[in-house]
């Protein structure tokens, strides 16, 4: 039986909707598919503050010492066991201890003697004195969390600084990229110029085999700065902590601001890193830990007295246990120890000199890296101006040759002589921008600053 034309068109148009249900959500993907995510560097900070393994795993540093202070914490509470054991001796021992008052007779109780004896109790253990070793403990628990803090606001700013680096030279790649590209299309277009002024006899054949030299080398060039370009593009991925590294990803430099902020005066950032930078926080921090642990150390030699006391019962093969307690006072004082103690004293001694030479390194160490850093601004600022002016004149003097020579008055060496300049100085330029961005975020990082506020 043949279908009607009515119910064959209805079956077609079904068919259709159906493939138009599946087909375009694969062609929109296939269109999507491969286009890199772009990323400011606001971007790409907050996403390596939230992936980086490296930050993370300071952040689980802090977490470990919270837990240290709760450990320090717990040793100032009282504490209660539970145990129970057997033993057999040789001898028949007592239950519970002989105690016989009045004299003795036929209704004197005697304890039980046993061979097998089983013990069950509850003890119980508060430390009331530890030479200040308690309080101290808390305290120096508090302190270590500060430095994971300090450890981790550095660890931040060390990626913060890493991030802005690597994006701005992928953004100087990029700039000096588009002018190698710029430079092949030139040379390229200058050789096709050549090759019609040798037909016509006008030019010598040294003048192209120079241009399809320099036109080589330019490639190579250009392919250089693509493959470089590449691997700082890994690096970035690295650092934002991505774990697909076959992920495409671009950069987004945004509006370049004209003029970027004016960096403070040099004494006023020296004064603001010691006051600020979270490395020499933590080391100051950490000198004083070293010092509460000298105290700690030399608080052993002072008396342990701490309140303990016990519920317990004891039996023998017949289980029917016999129960004691006791409770009292007991102090502990250390007489000798062959020189433990003291041992223990020089050793934390020795630990505090070693932090105090550790900050002194690390004072001269955050006073040079802030010349440094403003020592880079200055210099960047100087290129930049004398780049931006040789750019300027490598145009025209690229100008000026290329119409000498189309007019047969010029050397094809000046034409390629005047792009090389053009391109050095351009290559110059941004080197002098990357320069400085980077220049100026080590000053913040120099400083102590966070570096949340980058745009």
């Given amino acids: 039986m043949s279908m009607r034309p009515q119910t064959r068109r209805d079956v077609v148009l079904m068919i259709l909707i159906i493939l138009g249900h599946v087909l375009i959500p694969s062609f929109a993907w296939a269109d999507n598919h491969g286009k890199a995510d772009r990323f400011t560097l606001a971007a790409v900070i907050d996403y390596a503050l939230k992936k980086n393994p490296g930050l993370r795993i300071s952040d689980k540093d802090i977490i470990a010492e919270t837990?240290?202070?709760?450990?320090?914490?717990?040793?100032?509470?009282?504490?209660?066991?539970?145990?129970?054991?057997?033993?057999?001796?040789?001898y028949a021992a007592p239950l519970t201890p002989i105690v016989i008052s009045g004299p003795v007779g036929p209704g004197t109780d005697f304890p039980d003697f046993e061979r097998n004896i089983y013990d069950v109790g509850g003890y119980f253990r508060f430390p009331i004195f530890k030479g200040g070793r308690l309080v101290r403990g808390v305290q120096v628990a508090e302190m270590k969390r500060s430095v994971a803090l300090d450890n981790y606001s550095t660890t931040k700013q060390d990626l913060v600084y890493n991030l802005t680096s690597v994006f701005y030279k992928i953004s100087q790649l990029e700039r000096l990229l588009e002018a190698n590209e710029a430079t092949v299309k030139q040379l390229e277009a200058h050789k096709r110029n050549v090759e019609s002024y040798l037909r016509a006899g006008t030019v010598p054949k040294l003048d192209l085999l120079k241009a399809?030299?320099?036109?080589?080398?330019?490639?190579?060039?250009?392919?250089?700065v693509k493959?470089?370009?590449?691997?700082?593009?890994?690096?970035?991925?690295?650092?934002?902590?991505?774990d697909d590294m076959s992920s495409e990803i671009a950069i987004d430099p945004g509006p370049q601001p004209k003029e970027a902020a004016m960096a403070p005066e040099l004494d006023e950032s020296i004064r603001k890193a010691f006051s600020q930078r979270p490395e020499y926080i933590a080391v100051m921090k950490k000198k004083k830990i070293s010092e509460e642990k000298v105290k700690i150390a030399w608080g052993k030699r002072l008396p342990d007295v701490y309140a303990a006391g016990e519920y317990s019962g004891k039996s023998g093969d017949s289980?029917?246990?016999?129960?004691?307690?006791?409770?009292?006072?007991?102090?502990?004082?250390?007489?000798?120890?062959?020189?433990?103690?003291?041992?223990?004293?020089?050793?934390?001694?020795?630990?505090?000199?070693?932090?105090k030479e550790e900050e002194r390194l690390l004072r001269i160490a955050i006073a040079r890296e802030v010349r440094d850093a403003h020592l880079g601004i200055a210099n960047a600022e100087e290129r930049i101006a004398v780049t931006g002016k040789a750019i300027e004149s490598a145009k025209e003097s690229l100008r000026v040759e290329l119409l000498k020579y189309d007019a047969g008055s010029g050397m094809?060496?000046?034409?390629?002589?005047?792009?090389?300049?053009?391109?050095?100085?351009?290559?110059?330029?941004?080197?002098?921008?990357?320069?400085?961005?980077?220049?100026?975020?080590?000053?913040?990082k120099a400083t102590g600053e966070g570096g949340d506020n980058l745009q």
């Avoid at 493959?227 to 991505?242: A, C, D, H, R, V």
Wanted: aromatic share 8%.
């Fill in 67 to 90: 837990y240290g202070i709760d450990k320090a914490k717990a040793e100032m509470m009282p504490r209660i066991d539970f145990g129970s054991g057997a033993a057999r001796y040789r």
């Fill in 319 to 355: 289980l029917t246990f016999k129960e004691n307690w006791s409770f009292g006072l007991k102090m502990v004082l250390p007489v000798f120890d062959g020189g433990l103690i003291r041992s223990e004293i020089d050793k934390e001694r020795n630990e505090l000199e070693r932090v």
């Fill in 227 to 242: 493959n470089s370009l590449e691997s700082t593009y890994e690096l970035l991925k690295t650092l934002m902590g991505i």
């Fill in 412 to 444: 094809g060496t000046d034409v390629i002589d005047a792009q090389t300049a053009l391109l050095r100085a351009e290559t110059d330029l941004y080197q002098a921008l990357y320069d400085k961005e980077t220049a100026l975020a080590l000053l913040r």
């Fill in 212 to 224: 399809d030299v320099e036109l080589s080398h330019a490639q190579e060039r250009r392919l250089l």
